[in-house]
């Protein structure tokens, strides 16, 4: 395998923002509202969200340097038979969750606002040792990856650490359970981009406590939503439904469901149909 020492990579999956896109001369387009801005603008997912070597680890292995950015790519090949799965099926198989609790660790190790949170934690002395006990409490490396970290300058301690996270939380999600929701008739969920909404619930002190909250809009059909079955919690009705299963609901909850993926947002708001210079403040019910 060759490896290019400058890469372009994503923090938005590309396979991800297709299921949101529509393809125009054999190429792939999505329509945004960036922060600030009334009206949309399309933009090719090819370059959206695309930076230069923001996940490679300091390593010189080139296969260890790209370790994160090649896991990213396995995980978003296998995206789309999900979303497939879903339309056909009707359901989420158990490799479709097992799928899914990896790539919505993926995506938040990708995105801004989680990594600069990661990354604060990092630098701060009292929350160094807390962070990095959570992450290695289900694999007990504690001291391995302390003495790795000892080795970088902090500047380049964040994909490291990243890493080891996106692990620890993929163990702690496959205790979760999933339940998807069906966009309202004639309309489509809305993506952003910082797409996995994780609601903790006021429950600060794990980075996804017990108590947490997870919604991820899947596709333009289709918004994923994840607790945990042991939760204080319970008062929210999504819990109440089957879990793996496709569930309709009234335009009331879509609306309130949308508000929140839209608060969740960074900068950009992506619709899941193509819009030409549209003055979104004119839409109040959705897409």
């Not at 479709?96 to 989680?114: G, H, M, Q």
């Not at 309309?187 to 609601?199: A, E, F, H, I, R």
């Not at 079955?229 to 319970?234: A, F, G, N, V």
Request: hydrophobic share 35%.
């Amino acid at each position: 395998m060759s490896y290019h020492e400058i890469q372009g990579q994503h923090r938005l999956s590309q396979i991800y923002l297709k299921q949101f896109g529509y393809k125009k001369e054999e190429k792939w387009w999505v329509s945004v509202c960036k922060l600030g801005n009334k009206t949309t603008e399309n933009l090719l997912i090819e370059n959206f969200t695309k930076e230069t070597n923001i996940f490679d680890l300091p390593f010189d292995n080139f296969k260890l340097k790209r370790h994160f950015e090649n896991t990213s790519s396995i995980l978003e090949n296998r995206y789309q038979t999900v979303i497939l799965n879903l339309k056909n099926q009707k359901r989420l198989t158990t490799v479709d969750r097992e799928l899914l609790c990896n790539f919505d660790p993926n995506l938040l190790c990708r995105t801004l606002p989680f990594r600069m949170f990661i990354d604060g934690l990092l630098r701060t002395e009292d929350t160094r040792d807390k962070l990095l006990n959570e992450i290695t409490l289900l694999k007990g490396n504690n001291q391995e990856t302390k003495s790795i970290l000892s080795q970088l300058k902090i500047d380049h301690q964040l994909n490291v650490v990243i890493g080891i996270l996106m692990n620890h939380m993929v163990k702690v999600l496959s205790n979760f359970r999933q339940v998807v929701i069906k966009a309202e008739e004639n309309k489509g969920w809305l993506t952003t981009d910082n797409p996995v909404y994780l609601d903790r619930q006021g429950h600060f002190e794990w980075i996804i406590p017990i108590e947490s909250e997870i919604y991820f809009p899947l596709s333009k059909d289709y918004c994923l939503f994840m607790y945990h079955e042991k939760s204080s919690i319970r008062n929210n009705p999504f819990r109440k439904l089957e879990q793996d299963k496709i569930h309709n609901i009234d335009s009331d909850i879509f609306d309130n469901l949308t508000n929140k993926i839209i608060l969740n947002m960074r900068e950009y708001l992506i619709m899941p149909i193509e819009l030409k210079n549209t003055d979104v403040t004119e839409n109040k019910n959705g897409f």
